[in-house]
């Protein structure tokens, strides 16, 4: 099943990216592979979905805010690969940064939410490698933010 046949039976509509934040931009392509910059979760009105793990932020909803991440990832890589999603060959690496308690330990589970999610899209060319940090904070208050290295057709 093609990456649109699967997000239009997911029930996902992809928005184009957001402006940046700051002084960057929101991928930079190097050869056949795109680095995308770190976008935080969102609620579905676009304003911040701020929190902590492991104090306000329940791991159920931290999988939610990563999930809806990795949806705002793959706008911003549909922009990146010219409209054309098919051209993606392989979801190379995510970086995860959870904003949480220091006693919280399960970076690694809400980051799931995104992983999952394009494990489902992409089949085995969403599979894989990562890194889950927790962290103090998180620009904006947000409760994750993402970024994502991807490999494209040339």
Known sequence: MSVYAKLK???????????PAAAYVMYVQSGNLV??????????????NAGKLGQDVSLEQGQAAARSIAIDLIG???????????????????????NSTPDFT????????ASELLGDLFGDAGKHA???????QVPRGACVEIEMIVEIAG
């Open 76 to 98: 911003t890589l549909q922009e990146a690969c010219g409209g054309d999603l098919t051209r993606v060959k392989r979801i190379v690496k995510l970086m995860s940064l959870v």
């Open 130 to 136: 990562r890194s889950a940090f927790g962290v103090a």
């Open 9 to 19: 039976e997911l029930n996902i509509t992809l928005a184009p990216p957001a402006a």
């Open 35 to 48: 680095f995308l910059s770190g976008h935080i979760a969102k609620h579905a009105d676009g304003s911040v």
């Open 106 to 113: 399960d970076q690694h589970l809400v980051t799931n939410g």
